[in-house]
Protein backbone atom coordinates (compact mmCIF):
# COMPACT_ATOMS: atom_id res chain seq x y z
CA UNK A 1 0.00 0.00 0.00
CA UNK A 2 1.39 3.61 -0.92
CA UNK A 3 0.12 7.03 0.44
CA UNK A 4 0.81 10.37 -1.52
CA UNK A 5 0.03 13.04 0.76
CA UNK A 6 -0.55 16.52 -1.86
CA UNK A 7 -1.89 20.02 -1.22
CA UNK A 8 -0.03 22.04 1.78
CA UNK A 9 1.39 25.47 1.18
CA UNK A 10 1.45 28.63 2.93
CA UNK A 11 -1.21 30.26 4.53
CA UNK A 12 -3.23 33.25 6.66
CA UNK A 13 -4.78 32.94 10.29
CA UNK A 14 -7.97 32.33 10.09
CA UNK A 15 -7.57 30.81 6.43
CA UNK A 16 -8.40 27.23 5.09
CA UNK A 17 -7.02 24.48 3.25
CA UNK A 18 -7.41 21.12 1.94
CA UNK A 19 -4.81 17.94 2.15
CA UNK A 20 -5.37 15.09 0.24
CA UNK A 21 -3.94 11.42 0.56
CA UNK A 22 -4.19 9.18 -2.28
CA UNK A 23 -4.06 5.58 -2.13
CA UNK A 24 -3.04 2.94 -3.92
CA UNK A 25 -2.39 -1.06 -3.81
CA UNK A 26 -5.10 -1.10 -1.22
CA UNK A 27 -8.76 0.43 -0.49
CA UNK A 28 -9.70 3.54 1.79
CA UNK A 29 -12.31 2.10 2.76
CA UNK A 30 -10.82 -1.08 3.61
CA UNK A 31 -8.33 0.44 6.06
CA UNK A 32 -8.73 2.94 9.22
CA UNK A 33 -7.02 6.50 7.41
CA UNK A 34 -5.34 8.77 9.95
CA UNK A 35 -3.50 11.96 9.78
CA UNK A 36 -1.04 12.86 11.92
CA UNK A 37 1.49 15.97 12.09
CA UNK A 38 5.05 16.64 13.36
CA UNK A 39 5.98 20.09 14.15
CA UNK A 40 9.63 20.38 14.48
CA UNK A 41 11.62 18.87 16.90
CA UNK A 42 8.21 17.13 18.10
CA UNK A 43 6.61 13.52 18.01
CA UNK A 44 4.17 12.78 15.80
CA UNK A 45 0.59 13.49 17.30
CA UNK A 46 -2.58 12.30 16.08
CA UNK A 47 -4.74 14.96 14.46
CA UNK A 48 -7.93 12.65 13.41
CA UNK A 49 -8.95 9.08 11.63
CA UNK A 50 -11.93 7.38 9.61
CA UNK A 51 -11.84 4.22 10.26
CA UNK A 52 -13.08 1.68 7.94
CA UNK A 53 -17.16 2.11 9.46
CA UNK A 54 -16.86 5.20 9.29
CA UNK A 55 -16.64 6.59 11.89
CA UNK A 56 -14.31 9.41 12.23
CA UNK A 57 -12.60 10.85 15.72
CA UNK A 58 -10.58 13.83 16.29
CA UNK A 59 -7.92 15.28 18.75
CA UNK A 60 -8.72 17.95 20.87
CA UNK A 61 -7.00 20.27 19.26
CA UNK A 62 -8.83 20.50 16.33
CA UNK A 63 -12.18 19.39 16.92
CA UNK A 64 -14.69 21.92 15.25
CA UNK A 65 -12.18 23.31 12.71
CA UNK A 66 -10.48 20.10 10.79
CA UNK A 67 -12.83 17.58 8.77
CA UNK A 68 -11.55 14.45 7.44
CA UNK A 69 -13.43 12.20 4.95
CA UNK A 70 -12.47 10.18 1.85
CA UNK A 71 -13.99 9.30 -1.56
CA UNK A 72 -14.15 5.96 -2.47
CA UNK A 73 -14.22 6.86 -6.04
CA UNK A 74 -11.15 8.45 -5.79
CA UNK A 75 -9.49 5.97 -3.06
CA UNK A 76 -8.19 9.45 -1.53
CA UNK A 77 -8.61 10.47 2.08
CA UNK A 78 -8.91 14.27 3.13
CA UNK A 79 -8.45 16.44 5.86
CA UNK A 80 -10.23 19.55 5.38
CA UNK A 81 -8.83 22.26 7.79
CA UNK A 82 -10.52 25.82 8.56
CA UNK A 83 -9.78 28.46 11.12
CA UNK A 84 -5.87 27.71 11.02
CA UNK A 85 -3.63 28.84 13.94
CA UNK A 86 -0.07 29.29 14.17
CA UNK A 87 0.07 26.21 16.24
CA UNK A 88 -1.16 24.36 13.52
CA UNK A 89 2.14 24.72 11.60
CA UNK A 90 3.55 21.14 10.73
CA UNK A 91 3.93 18.43 8.31
CA UNK A 92 0.72 16.25 7.86
CA UNK A 93 1.47 12.80 7.16
CA UNK A 94 -1.50 10.53 6.70
CA UNK A 95 -1.34 6.83 7.68
CA UNK A 96 -3.17 3.25 7.40
CA UNK A 97 -3.80 0.48 9.49
CA UNK A 98 -6.39 -1.36 11.54
CA UNK A 99 -5.69 -0.31 14.90
CA UNK A 100 -8.01 -1.28 17.75
CA UNK A 101 -10.58 1.79 18.92
CA UNK A 102 -8.25 2.38 21.99
CA UNK A 103 -5.12 2.64 19.61
CA UNK A 104 -6.28 4.64 17.23
CA UNK A 105 -4.42 7.73 18.26
CA UNK A 106 -1.07 5.86 18.39
CA UNK A 107 1.29 5.98 15.68
CA UNK A 108 2.53 2.39 15.90
CA UNK A 109 -1.13 1.05 15.05
CA UNK A 110 -0.73 2.61 11.57
CA UNK A 111 1.27 -0.36 8.73
CA UNK A 112 1.71 2.55 6.17
CA UNK A 113 2.66 5.95 5.92
CA UNK A 114 2.94 8.56 2.79
CA UNK A 115 5.54 11.29 2.78
CA UNK A 116 4.32 14.06 4.68
CA UNK A 117 2.72 17.78 3.55
CA UNK A 118 4.17 20.75 4.66
CA UNK A 119 1.13 22.90 6.49
CA UNK A 120 2.78 27.01 7.41
CA UNK A 121 0.33 28.77 8.92
CA UNK A 122 1.54 32.37 9.47
CA UNK A 123 0.52 35.33 12.68
Known amino acids: VQLQASGGGLVQAGGSLRISCAVSGGTVRTYGMAWFRQAPGEGREFVAT???????HYADSIKGRFTISRDSAKNTVYLQMTDLRPEDTAEYLC??????????????????WGQGTLVTVSS
Open 95 to 112: AAGTPILSAIRSPSMYRY
Open 50 to 56: IRATSTT
